[in-house]
């Protein structure tokens, strides 16, 4: 789900095609899917998340009260339009997001989504720029397992110094993640930085089956 950023970090795309490529090349899944045939290191996905899975990134975030909502890494809008559906009418939603056609896309169909084409690695940034703090809640879509340890750091960092001291961070990763080195090390990376970490029960309908971490700065 979840292409260089403008200085050349981040090496994670979502999906390539620009909005009027997803017209013409049909259903928002075959896209993806020819996206990751091109480019499966960068793509991290065969098929875009599932509903099922939105809706236990979702779970647990109590988005009516949240005031500042984030999510990183949205691709083809996937987690984004539940989002859209759960948040307070006010409240703000911040996207970032690295391809430029993925945000072109997102920003035809999310007009209320603040979508932003930049790192997540920017999120203090982006909410300084918007006169805010901190983030209420924050949701990730970005393939984690399969970027450079060292942008894992520094991406982590960024979250977790923009969540309020009440808010939560949600991430996914596949069936078969945990067994591998760089899954393993980001397990590893979620409890060095958090005081709280929970794993969701396995979301079957989903392909493939994939988690959800959620995340606490405090006990």
């Not at 901190?134 to 340890?149: E, H, K, N, Q, T």
């Not at 990376?189 to 089956?209: C, D, G, H, I, K």
């Amino acid at each position: 789900m979840d292409a260089a950023n403008r200085d050349g970090r981040e090496s994670v795309s979502v999906n390539r095609h620009s909005s009027a490529e997803r017209r013409r090349s049909g259903p928002e899944w075959l896209g993806f899917l020819r996206a990751f045939l091109r480019a499966p290191s960068t793509v991290g996905a065969v098929l875009p998340s599932s509903a099922h899975l939105a809706r236990m990134m979702l779970a647990g975030h109590d988005l009516q009260r949240a005031r500042v909502v984030v999510e990183l890494g949205p691709g083809t809008g996937a987690f984004t339009r539940f989002i859209e559906q759960a948040a307070h009418p006010e409240a703000v939603i911040l996207a970032l997001e690295v391809d430029a056609s993925a945000v072109a896309w997102l920003r035809e169909r999310h007009p209320r989504v603040q979508i932003e084409h930049d790192s997540a690695e920017r999120i203090r940034a982006q909410l300084r720029s918007r006169g805010l703090d901190r983030a209420d809640a924050i949701l990730s879509g970005i393939p984690w397992a399969a970027m450079p340890a060292a942008l894992q750091e520094r991406i982590m960092g960024e979250v977790r110094a923009a969540m309020a001291p009440s808010a939560w961070f949600s991430t996914f990763t596949y069936l078969h993640s945990p067994r591998t080195a760089r899954g393993a090390a980001y397990a590893a990376l979620l409890a060095r930085s958090f005081a709280r970490v929970e794993r969701s029960p396995m979301v079957w309908r989903n392909f493939p089956p994939a988690f959800v971490y959620r995340c606490a700065t405090s006990a």
